[in-house]
């Protein structure tokens, strides 16, 4: 199967496969079936053997790892009035994912991976402070210091602060202030359960394209009913993840179906407050990565809560009923129903406002990515359960992971802020007098050839003191000894390259 049937108006309703990796949007009020859309396309998709991510931020979606009860007589008629005489009950395959890995296996990536500019969101830091992070991100490349967690984040502030002065003459000016204000934010990002995401064994993609032994595509759902209570973080971790597969995946061209279909729910909150550069990024990345064979579905109230030059490309659209009680629910009501291709039958501008729950206006790419004339479309039931699942049948769906325990302990390598700490006690007797060209007794640390020489005394040892990396023989060290003097390659959005 390489279509998924969405629902009925004159004609059957399909998102061809074909064109999934166009992008598409899912909106409408509150309340009006959005999520069971999603839950349609997704074990569609599934069926494909296309995998899939998506966030639960309500706990409802987790029901996709539940067959439905048997169908009632409200089910019943729906399914009789679609002419569907092959809908079965049936759960999806499903992995669950959570970034405080309590309600699924944990998500974490390294501080490296993120990059300044999407770290500086989730610490919620200005322009200013942005550009310390971009410094701290400089000094810790051009040395080899591994950036893994907060732990090192915490460590290479503080080791700023210390040398600021050298390092202003060097980068540009790094203030005390800045550097106080990042601490303060790192540390209510600590007390918010943010230590457990950056930290390794860090996600590796390739963990979400996976199939089940009848070769139906995986659902990976993270469970976000916590994390959307920090918008910053819930938006910023989902287009990280984005972003990675952007920077990772080969070029693959247009294929019969998707790779992967990701589904970026709340999508406003990604558009909130960013500044025009990370909005043109995030443009970038969606116009590109279709080409990496992703599809990418925003799930939002309003279709202008994204924006337009991200809107036009969407090229699958499923909008469920609006309410125009306000002027701009009006205002959003006309410019929605000038962008879907016109169907002569209707007005749309009339009837977008008096769909019924569980009715749309569907529009998809047909043959030849020519667009359906939008459709009043009575939408297709899911086969899952449409609600929460108990803490036992989650445990049940964990205990069968795919994953196993590859994710479930935390792991703990020496980084920045064990080189830094080793560094400090190193240096501590300090006492014996200058010789073979060491800095003079009171000589400020990198006098004598800036930080860059401060880090490479530490590093290569001098006349009188073994360096770090001649004195251990960890594989990690001598991988950052390997890395001195070339800066860590980051992709569009701050993330590493690979």
Known sequence: MSDILLGKSDQDVFLRGRYANRHGLVAGATGTGKSVSLM????GFSRMGVPVFLADVKGDLAGMSQAAAEPGDRLKARLERLAIGDWRAEASPVVFWDLYGKNGHPVRTTISEMGPTLLARVLEANDTQQGVLE????????HGLLLLDLDDLRAMLGFLGENAKQISQQYGLVSTQSIGALQRALLQLEN????????????ELADFFRQDMSGRGIVNILSAEQLILKPRLYSSFLLWLLSELFETLPEVGDLDQPKLVFFFDEAHLLFDDAPPALKQRVEQVVRLIRSKGIGVYFISQLP???PENILSQLGNRVQHALRAFTPR??????ITAE?????????VVDVITHLGVGEALVTTLQDGGVPLPVQRTFMAPPRCRIGTITDAERATIRSRSPIGTKYDSAVNRESAAELLKQRAQAQTPAASPPAGGASAPGTPAGADGGISQTMKNW????????????ATAKSTIRTVGNQLGRQLLRG???????
Do not use: C, H, Y
């Not at 918010?192 to 996600?203: N, Q």
């Not at 962008?339 to 007005?347: D, E, G, I, L, V």
């Open 339 to 347: 962008t879907f291709p016109p169907n002569p039958a209707f007005k």
């Open 40 to 43: 349609v396309m997704a074990e």
């Open 192 to 203: 918010s359960g943010g230590d457990r995401f950056f930290a390794e064994p860090a996600l």
């Open 304 to 306: 202008d809560d994204v």
């Open 459 to 470: 590093l290569f040892g001098t006349s009188r003191r073994q360096g770090m990396i001649e």
């Open 135 to 142: 410094v701290l991100f400089k000094v810790a490349d051009e």
């Open 492 to 498: 569009i959005l701050g993330g590493r390259a690979r």
């Open 329 to 334: 629910d009006q205002k959003a009501v006309r």
